[in-house]
């Protein structure tokens, strides 16, 4: 079996998250939601994020960021992003296919991070018929490239947006990395800083299918009950994945998880720059960037999982989880120095 370094989807469930899940699997509730499990659950983000703010679980991080768009934006309307941006590159056209809204892109720095002053490039088209009408802004929480937005950089990008009169939305499929790494509150990094609805992110962080969007808009959240049944995120046997957020955000079980990731890709990183042939990025998260021969790349790739994401210059993504160990971390070092 290869030690999976590609994702932390390749981390199993927490064992906490598997034990309240058997436990919800008790008895008889109502379905889609309208269940005690889902009220303790929304309570749970309520105490983080403010009692007006308004929760919808779903399956998929995809789910999760078409749903939030969806309710965002007009069929005539686009999402400014960067050209890197997971809703970009890495969910097969599902909201411009199912969401029917216009992509926008804006090319990322090193760090996949834009800046305030590039959403002037789409400024002009909102009064032009011409043109899908820039409507919304999205930012990754963390960066497909492993950087992190701090609390001044979101609240700089929310405040051109909203001058320009757009909404805004973070998908943070890995929020709870980005919290850990700062160190600051989840609503003040987000709801705080100008976002209006947020992709929360729970499958990359020891839960099983579950994933969720709060809105702190309320207008946004209007119909979005028949709008999620309509995008195919509506689980009629709800109980399950809200068990599971209960559990894990009832006494910081999501940031221990995060917390402990971010630590291991920074050892990680120290580690392999002990070596000559090796250069580790200083993770920002729990994603380490690493720059490496092609010949010991792929050599490495045929006892351990994990991807080349720069062909051109040879760098290797490995994605640290809760469940990574520097026993792993270690292995994968000394087979690595022994390339040289």
């Given at each position: 079996?290869?030690?999976?370094?590609?994702?932390?989807?390749?981390?199993?469930?927490?064992?906490?998250?598997?034990?309240?899940?058997?436990?919800?699997?008790?008895?008889?509730?109502?379905?889609?939601?309208?269940?005690?499990?889902?009220?303790?659950?929304?309570?749970?983000?309520?105490?983080?994020?403010?009692?007006?703010?308004?929760?919808?679980?779903?399956?998929?991080?995809?789910?999760?960021?078409?749903?939030?768009?969806?309710?965002?934006?007009?069929?005539?309307?686009?999402?400014?992003?960067?050209?890197?941006?997971?809703?970009?590159?890495?969910e097969s056209g599902a909201?411009?296919?199912?969401?029917?809204?216009?992509?926008?892109?804006?090319?990322?720095?090193?760090?996949?991070?834009?800046?305030?002053?590039?959403?002037?490039?789409?400024?002009?088209?909102?009064?032009?018929?011409?043109h899908a009408t820039p409507?919304?802004?999205?930012?990754?929480?963390?960066?497909?490239?492993?950087?992190?937005?701090?609390?001044?950089?979101?609240?700089?990008?929310?405040?051109?947006?909203?001058?320009?009169?757009?909404?805004?939305?973070?998908?943070?499929?890995?929020?709870?990395?980005?919290?850990?790494?700062?160190?600051?509150?989840?609503c003040e990094l987000t709801?705080?800083?100008?976002?209006?609805?947020?992709?929360?992110?729970?499958?990359?962080?020891?839960?099983?299918?579950?994933?969720?969007?709060?809105?702190?808009?309320?207008?946004?959240?209007?119909?979005?009950?028949?709008?999620?049944?309509?995008?195919?995120?509506?689980?009629?046997?709800?109980?399950?994945?809200?068990?599971?957020?209960?559990?894990?955000?009832?006494?910081?079980?999501?940031?221990?998880?995060?917390?402990?990731?971010?630590?291991?890709?920074?050892?990680?990183?120290?580690?392999?720059?002990?070596?000559?042939?090796?250069?580790?990025?200083?993770?920002?998260?729990?994603?380490?960037?690493?720059?490496?021969?092609?010949?010991?790349?792929?050599?490495?790739?045929?006892?351990?999982?994990?991807?080349?994401?720069?062909?051109?210059?040879?760098?290797?993504?490995?994605?640290?989880?809760?469940?990574?160990?520097?026993?792993?971390?270690?292995?994968?070092?000394?087979?690595?120095?022994?390339?040289?």
């Amino acid at each position: 079996m290869f030690t999976g370094f590609a994702s932390d989807n390749t981390a199993g469930v927490h064992p906490r998250i598997m034990k309240a899940v058997l436990e919800a699997n008790t008895g008889y509730c109502r379905p889609y939601g309208f269940d005690e499990w889902s009220e303790a659950a929304i309570s749970e983000f309520r105490k983080l994020f403010g009692e007006d703010a308004q929760v919808f679980f779903a399956l998929s991080g995809t789910g999760g960021n078409v749903m939030s768009l969806r309710t965002m934006l007009r069929p005539w309307q686009g999402v400014i992003c960067s050209d890197v941006a997971h809703i970009n590159t890495d969910e097969s056209g599902a909201p411009e296919w199912v969401g029917g809204v216009k992509l926008l892109p804006l090319p990322a720095d090193e760090e996949g991070k834009i800046h305030p002053g590039q959403l002037a490039r789409w400024a002009g088209d909102i009064k032009d018929c011409h043109h899908a009408t820039p409507h919304a802004l999205s930012i990754t929480q963390t960066t497909e490239f492993g950087g992190v937005y701090s609390l001044e950089e979101v609240r700089a990008l929310t405040a051109e947006a909203h001058a320009m009169g757009l909404v805004t939305h973070m998908d943070g499929t890995r929020i709870a990395n980005a919290v850990a790494s700062l160190g600051v509150d989840v609503c003040e990094l987000t709801r705080n800083s100008g976002i209006d609805i947020l992709s929360f992110g729970g499958t990359k962080n020891g839960l099983m299918l579950a994933e969720a969007v709060v809105v702190f808009r309320p207008e946004l959240a209007e119909d979005f009950l028949t709008m999620r049944k309509q995008s195919l995120q509506l689980v009629s046997k709800m109980r399950f994945v809200a068990a599971q957020f209960t559990e894990a955000l009832r006494d910081g079980l999501w940031l221990e998880n995060a917390r402990h990731a971010n630590e291991m890709a920074r050892y990680f990183a120290s580690e392999l720059n002990r070596l000559p042939h090796m250069e580790a990025r200083t993770p920002a998260a729990n994603a380490l960037f690493v720059r490496m021969k092609p010949e010991h790349m792929s050599k490495l790739m045929e006892k351990y999982y994990f991807y080349e994401v720069d062909h051109v210059r040879h760098i290797a993504r490995l994605m640290c989880s809760f469940t990574t160990t520097k026993e792993e971390i270690d292995a994968f070092v000394r087979d690595a120095a022994a390339l040289c």
